[in-house]
C-alpha cells in the first residue's frame, strides 16, 4: 500500500525539528527576538572548544551569556544552514563583526557572509540616545 504525499510530507515536518535563539536586539535594552538555528548546526557548551574544521558564530546575549553556535567549514549544506543564519540574524537587527586573528572583534562590521571566516561575532544594535 502506498502512503499519501501529504501524509509523508506532514510526518516530515512534524519530525524536524529547529531550535530557537533568543537573542537581545538592543544593548542594554529588554527587547528580545527569536531566530531558527538549523538542525545541522551545533551549539558549544560553556567551556568546550570548536573543531580544527568548524566556524563558529558568538552571538552576544546579554541576558542568558554568549551563545556559539559552530558549523563544519567542509560541508556545502551546514555552509548552506549558517548562510541562512547569518541572514536570520542580521535581519533581526543584530550586527555581524569580523573577528581577527587573535580572536578579537574589529570594528568592521560584515556585510555579507563570508563561508571564510574562522569566527563571526554578532551584537546587539546600540541604542542612539537623543537630544
Known amino acids: ?3 499519501n504525499p501529504a501524509t509523508v510530507q506532514l510526518e516530515m ?3 524536524a525539528t529547529t531550535e530557537k535563539l533568543k537573542v537581545t536586539l ?3 535594552g529588554g527587547l528580545q ?6 538542525d545541522s548546526l551545533k551549539f558549544l557548551e560553556d567551556g568546550q572548544k570548536r573543531q580544527s ?5 558568538r552571538i ?5 551569556g554568549d551563545k556559539r553556535v559552530v558549523w563544519d567549514a567542509n560541508s556545502l549544506a551546514e555552509i548552506q544552514d549558517a548562510k541562512e543564519m547569518f541572514d536570520q540574524l542580521v535581519a533581526q537587527g543584530m550586527v555581524p563583526y569580523k573577528v581577527d586573528l587573535k580572536g578579537k572583534k574589529t570594528p ?3 556585510r555579507e557572509f563570508d563561508p571564510l571566516a574562522e569566527e563571526i561575532i554578532f551584537a546587539p544594535i546600540a541604542a542612539l540616545a537623543g537630544g
Open 33 to 38: 527576538g527569536e531566530i531558527d538555528v538549523p
Open 1 to 3: 500500500m502506498m502512503d
Open 108 to 110: 568592521e562590521v560584515m
Open 53 to 57: 574544521a568548524q566556524h563558529m558564530f
Open 13 to 15: 515536518m512534524m519530525t
Open 60 to 64: 552576544v546575549n546579554q541576558k542568558d
Open 26 to 28: 538592543f544593548q542594554g
